[in-house]
């Protein structure tokens, strides 16, 4: 059973490019969740999707940065206009359900680098 | 005040020796705790899990939970070289059932 897939693994941007993040959930898991980890600092929670849904989505910033999850295909996290802030490792993360019996599974990330 | 603290170590523990990570939690209505395991450039890994007050314990590993002190812990024993790693602590808050709110993690290092 593969585990949550994200890619790419690593992204190069310049500042203004949009960055496009990609993860796809375990096998049998409709929900998806973002976070992403400053260097040196914890994960931060960003965005909550179920399929075709957005749940929660209080940790996204207003401007620039968007979510999705279509009924087909992985979960997208889109970033207009990068800007060097932006650099950070950006985590999906998948369960089965919604509550504390589903803890969440992590991928391996995206490490977005703004240039 | 963090919502979710823990000391970011270095934490250097001997080959064989227990390991004592802490946390400490801002919301008092939290019901669920999480500990994770991230190596280096890894993604986090789930290592436990405890909702109720006392203590967990799955082979190596024991996570204590005292919701009056507002404090968690994991203990790990015969600590291995490969256990190095950055332990996050994390916490749901009291209106999300979903919504993990993280510490920035203790690293912990064993010496062989």
């Known amino acids: 059973n593969a585990g949550v897939m994200q890619n790419p693994r690593h992204l190069v941007r310049r500042r203004g490019q949009e960055a496009r993040l990609r993860c796809s959930p375990m096998?049998?898991?409709?929900?998806v969740y973002w976070y992403r980890q400053l260097p040196e600092e914890g994960l931060k929670f960003m965005v909550y999707?179920?399929?075709?849904?957005?749940?929660?989505e209080s940790g996204m910033p207003k401007e620039r940065f968007s979510a999705e999850f279509p009924k087909e295909g992985p979960s997208i996290l889109r970033i207009q206009q990068v800007v060097r802030g932006d650099s950070a490792a950006y985590f999906c993360?998948?369960?089965?359900?919604?509550?504390?019996?589903?803890?969440?599974?992590f991928g391996n990330g995206t490490r977005l680098t703004v240039t | 005040q963090k919502e979710v603290e823990q000391n970011s170590g270095p934490l250097s523990v001997p080959e064989g020796a227990i390991a004592s990570l802490n946390c400490t939690y801002s919301?008092?209505?939290?019901?669920?705790f999480f500990w994770y395991r991230q190596y280096s450039g890894k993604s986090p890994e789930l290592i436990m899990f405890?909702?109720?007050?006392g203590d967990k314990e799955d082979g190596r590993f024991t996570a204590q939970l005292n919701k009056a002190s507002q404090y968690v812990s994991l203990l790990i024993r015969d600590s291995q070289p490969s256990d190095s790693a950055t332990y996050l602590c994390?916490?749901?808050?009291?209106?999300?059932?979903?919504?993990?709110?993280f510490g920035s993690g203790t690293r912990l290092l064993v010496r062989p």
């Open positions: 993360a998948s369960s089965p359900n919604r509550g504390r019996d589903s803890p969440l599974h």
């Open positions: 096998k049998g898991h409709s929900h």
């Open positions: 999707l179920q399929k075709e849904n957005i749940i929660d």
């Open positions: 919301d008092r209505g939290s019901q669920s």
């Open positions: 405890i909702y109720s007050n």
């Open positions: 994390a916490v749901t808050p009291v209106d999300s059932s979903y919504k993990l709110i």
